[in-house]
Every structure is written in C-alpha cells, then in structure tokens.
C-alpha cells in the first residue's frame, strides 16, 4: 500500500511558479498519493516556525520552497533538518549557479517577477481585449488581434484564449457553425495569425452531451448528433485548407499544450 504524504509548498510569493514545478513533479509519478497544502507571502521566521509545528504532528511531511531571501532559506532549511523534515529548496542552487556564470549578484527580492513593468500591463491589456471578444463576440476590430483561433464548439477555444491571453497575446475565438460567414478581414489580410482548432468528433459528442446534461435543454439534438458534428468537423477542416490556414487537433491536447502549438506557428510565421 502506498504512503500518503503531506505536501507544504512554502512561496515568499504568489506560490504560482512552486504550483506549476509541483504540478510538473508529481506527473512523474504515477503512485504518489499526496495531500497539499500551500503557504504564500512567507517572509518572516515566525511563519515559518508555525508551518514547522505543523508538519511535524503529521506523518510523512516534507516541504518544497522557493524563498529568494538568503537567510530566510537558510532557516527553512536549518529547521526542517533539525526536525528530520524532508526538505527542498526550489531556486537557491539555480540563482547561485545563475549568479556564477552572470558573475553578478542576486538581489534575492520576493516576488521581483511581479513588477509592474511595460509587460505586466501588456498582459492586463491582452486579458481585457480578450475576455471582450470571446466566443465571436466582437469582430469589427479584428486586425488589432495578435491571433484568432476559429473552431466548432467546444475545442477549448476559450480556455486557450484566456491562457494565451495571460501570455500577452490579445486572442479573439470565433465559434463555427455550418453555412456560417466568416469576417472578411480573416480571409483578406494575411497578416492576421488565424489558426483552426479541430477534435475527434466522437470525443466531442461526449463533450456536448455532458454540457447539455449540465443545462438540462433537451432541445439541443443536433447539437449531440455524431453526423452532424462529424460535418462540422469536417466543414472546418474544409475552411482551414481552403484559406491555408494551420489547425491544431485538441483530442488528446491540453490547454498548455495547444497554447505552446500556437506560438510555435507564431513564431515560424514571423520568421517567414
């Protein structure tokens, strides 16, 4: 039987980078069976005395950290091993290693990736030029996109829109329907990045039909029909080579994952 283990992310931040290697850690194992618990803006001893506490009246505790402040980690670290706790720092080995090869100082500075800076505020501009043209909503400003993602219902069209969004990158999504007309602008301007997102029609008959279960209408039929999904599909995938325009196959994709797709397309397309 496998061992459950208590798992505290200590962050002198937001925790979002400690979050995320977490998340990249623990895919690696399929039988790690683990409890979570997260620890943001931790930047005095006191704090960290109280995590300590708790972890040791629980089994199998150990702690992940990422605190830039040298002598904040060094006590982190001095605890936990007094106390026995497994215990890892996330960024000290790697800014020291940094430091090196820079051979220049660290300013050790909590939550410095979180300046406001020109590209914070890019960001705030791409999720609100976003959240504005989600789901076709708006189009009469469509050169002013840095990429419009086209596709049937329920691609994941918004979801990677928000992603890329908070990336920079002002997205606008159009749904597809049959018979439907497309604005102009996409099919006249080259320079609009438009990249098609297209899925496995039985994976997307399962999809509607537990978004219909959920709205309990039962007068979206064809909505859930595999025929007519299938000649949807197939009617994007028609429009996306028409215009030569490059498509994505989101089945068996996560959000990050078509999010990396698509500034890969970018990126050739700029390079071209």
Known sequence: MNQKYNVYLVSDSTGETLDRIFLSLK????????????????????????????????????????IVETKLAKYISKQSEKNNLPCFGILGNLILSFSKLLNQKAIHKPSAQ?????????????????MAHDDGKKVDDIKNAD??????????????????????????????VLDQKIPEDLVNDEKICVIGL??????????????????????????????HIREEV???????????????????????????????????????
């Open 27 to 66: 895919s690696q194992f399929s039988n790690f069976e683990y409890e979570k618990k997260e620890y943001a803006f931790v930047r005095t001893e006191q704090q960290i005395d109280r995590i300590i506490s708790e972890c040791i009246n629980l089994e199998n505790s150990l702690i992940l950290y990422t």
């Open 114 to 130: 979180h300046v406001l800076d020109d590209d914070y505020y890019k960001r705030i501009e791409a999720i609100q030029f976003t």
């Open 147 to 176: 990429i419009v993602l086209l596709g049937v219902s329920r691609t994941s069209k918004t979801p990677t829109s928000i992603y890329l969004a908070n990336r920079g990158y002002k997205t606008v999504n159009i749904p597809l």
């Open 198 to 227: 297209i899925a496995d029609p039985v994976r997307l008959a399962d999809i509607r039909r537990n978004r219909v279960a959920i709205m309990k209408d039962r007068k979206l039929k064809e909505y859930t029909d595999i025929d």
């Open 234 to 272: 197939e009617g994007s995938k028609n429009l996306f080579k028409k215009n030569n325009w490059p498509s994505i196959d989101v089945t068996r994709r996560s959000v990050e994952e078509t999010a990396a797709s698509i500034l890969k397309i970018i990126e050739i397309k700029r390079n071209k």
